[in-house]
């Protein structure tokens, strides 16, 4: 079972491509990628329409590689019965042995995109940068049909995923040889993502996504000599008098991820217990108990008394989590996590990450992220529907969320809480932020579609009664029936 999937930048796809060209003939990987396209592109027909002999399909023909896949894919296309058309963006520039297939095979070139059943979008490949050009801007706007993308949308940043002015939204993307991080960090503009081997040697990625099933497989679960204490109690610090409802989040999401048991510390108790008497509270962190982990943060407030238990936490020598409030407390006082030598994880979304740098998140996500971690030593998960997470002399973990259903209030709460309960079981600090990111997606998303098949807006504390649920599905991946 694989772990992980990575994601490549230009410059490592780039190297691996000279590499290939050196092991292989020319022309060999545009025709493995064009066949690719073809068969992606062929199928969408079949289901979009039903059939692919007399259907019509369009390329945006730009004048990079891309450019060339698509004319090859459209000549193969052609000998099937498609109706083929080429616009060519950059005529004198056009992939000269892909248009001389394309026309071979009847194929046929025009100034315009016509009315096609849909449109292969080879406009620009990983060597562009920047937004569409106004022609292409003007033709991507004037489609109304489905769009496959040839490699990576066009007009979308291929190793950030920035957008900066006109891009192509796909319906679907195929990929040539290997996942770039535009597939997850702009996986809304990508729709549905195939991958086409191409033979690429590729070196260890810098970003990737743990698999759902590995996720599953480990996640922790009771053993036969396990009790309430072996496997992990949650200590939680969260909520006060204003924000009751973090701390009934917070500490009900860590009840519903399996943890042993979740010791609560704080104003909220009385709140905490009547939703979940299984919870142990109390007012003071001193008087808490043994616990395996903190989490501290969500609406616990940012006067001297919550500075004050935050410092107490973090002096112990416990996995902590840290969210909302406390981190507005750690951009005025950096040092009380700066070389800590027990795990601590940040969880800000950008607004907090501005406040703990100084400055906004820019274009590149996973540079920003990465930087964070290796300056405070340590691990960053940077909110988002691509949620980012960075440890100090690792790869960056990302997990596109499929959608941004936990895009509401309070839902942060819960994936505090989440985490906090996976580090308390023993488990690699950031590795849990992105096995819980993985989980909290998970139960947005079956929250939102429970009684709505289209989905439909959610609350934070739908959200948590999911959560359970969704750790079953991750275990069921790991261990189908």
Not at 438 to 450: F, T
Request: proline share 7%; glycine share 12%.
């Amino acid at each position: 079972m694989s772990t992980q999937r990575g994601y490549f930048t230009v410059d490592e796809v780039r190297a691996a491509e000279a590499e290939l060209f050196t092991r292989v003939p020319d022309g060999v990987p545009m025709g493995r990628a064009a066949h690719g396209l073809a068969t992606v592109v062929a199928r969408e027909l079949r289901e979009r329409t039903g059939g692919v002999a007399g259907r019509a399909v369009t390329l945006l023909v730009g004048s990079g590689d891309n450019g060339g896949d698509a004319l090859w894919a459209g000549a193969r296309l052609r000998r099937r019965g498609v109706a083929v058309t080429a616009v060519l963006l950059k005529p004198e520039r056009a992939h000269a042995k892909g248009l001389a297939a394309l026309r071979a095979a009847g194929g046929r070139v025009a100034d315009h995109a016509g009315a096609p059943d849909l449109v292969i979008d080879g406009i620009v490949g990983i060597s562009g940068r920047g937004p569409l050009r106004p022609r292409a801007a003007e033709i991507v706007a004037a489609l109304d049909a489905p769009i496959v993308a040839a490699d990576l949308p066009s007009g979308v940043d291929p190793d950030t995923g920035a957008i900066d002015g006109p891009a192509v939204r796909a319906d679907v993307t195929v990929a040539f040889g290997a996942y770039k991080p535009v597939h997850a960090l702009a996986a809304a503009r990508c729709g549905r993502i195939e991958l086409i081997p191409i033979g690429l040697d590729l070196p260890e990625p810098g970003l990737v996504a743990l698999e759902p099933a590995s996720i599953g497989a480990a996640w922790p679960i009771p053993g036969p000599s396990d009790d309430k204490y072996t496997q992990g109690v949650t200590g939680i610090c969260a909520g006060s008098a204003t924000y009751p409802g973090a701390a009934v989040l917070c500490a009900g999401a860590a009840v519903a991820a399996t943890s042993g048991m979740v010791r609560y510390a704080g104003t909220a108790a009385a709140e905490v217990l009547n939703h979940f008497p299984e919870v142990i509270a109390t007012q003071r962190v001193a008087g808490t108990g043994r616990v395996q982990s903190w989490v501290f943060g969500p609406g616990a407030g940012t006067d001297a008394d919550a500075g004050q238990r935050l410092a107490e936490i973090l002096a112990t020598d416990l996995p902590v989590v840290v969210d909302a409030d406390g981190l507005t407390l750690l951009a005025a006082e950096p040092e009380l996590v700066r070389g800590r030598a027990a795990p601590t994880v940040l969880t800000p979304h950008a607004g907090e990450f501005a406040r703990l740098t100084g400055r906004e998140i820019g274009r590149d996500r996973v540079a920003a992220v990465r930087e964070l971690a290796e300056s405070w030593q340590v691990t960053v998960l940077l909110k988002g529907r691509a949620t980012l997470v960075a440890a100090p002399g690792r790869p960056v973990l990302v997990n596109e969320a499929g959608g941004s259903w936990a895009a509401t209030a309070g839902a942060g709460d819960v994936l505090s809480g989440i985490i906090g309960t996976l580090l308390a079981a023993g488990r690699d600090p950031a590795w849990s932020a992105a096995a819980a990111a993985r989980a909290h997606a998970l139960a947005a998303n079956l929250a939102a579609h429970a009684d709505a098949p289209g989905g439909a807006p959610i609350s934070a504390s739908v959200l948590a009664a999911h959560v359970r649920p969704a750790i079953g599905v991750l275990r069921s991946l790991a261990h189908p029936s």
